[in-house]
């Protein structure tokens, strides 16, 4: 089973970009489905986007065409690059890692920040 670890997060004014990084230990990383989810205060955890072992790829629509995810399985690593952030992407970011009918394994969050 994997372990997860995400980083990169922070404050950012609107139209801004940052990087996460969900770094991965154990073996087997490039069999895992893996994803990205946030959590605003008060709402439910959402489907950011997603990388299957394949490399195919899908978005929440609030995020598309601003937002992209790539995986490196020779650093064991799922990042998210984001772009033109708004206010309403504020939201501690969890990274989860899925194989099969497994349960999903998730990191701890990192907090992202839009504001001016």
């Known amino acids: 089973q994997v372990r997860l670890v995400e980083s990169g997060g922070g404050l950012v004014q609107p139209g801004g970009s940052l990087t996460l990084s969900c770094a991965a230990s154990g073996s087997s990383f490039s069999i895992y489905h893996m994803g990205w989810h946030r959590q605003a205060p008060g709402k439910q955890r959402e489907l950011v986007a997603a990388?299957?072992?394949?490399?195919?790829?899908n978005y929440a629509d609030s995020v598309k065409g601003r937002f992209t995810i790539s995986r490196d399985n020779a650093k064991n690593t799922v990042y998210l690059q984001m772009n033109s952030l708004k206010p309403e992407d504020t939201a501690v970011y969890y990274c989860n890692a899925r194989y099969g009918v497994s349960p999903a394994t998730w990191g701890q969050g990192t907090q992202v920040t839009v504001s001016s």
């Open positions: 990388i299957g072992s394949a490399f195919s790829t």
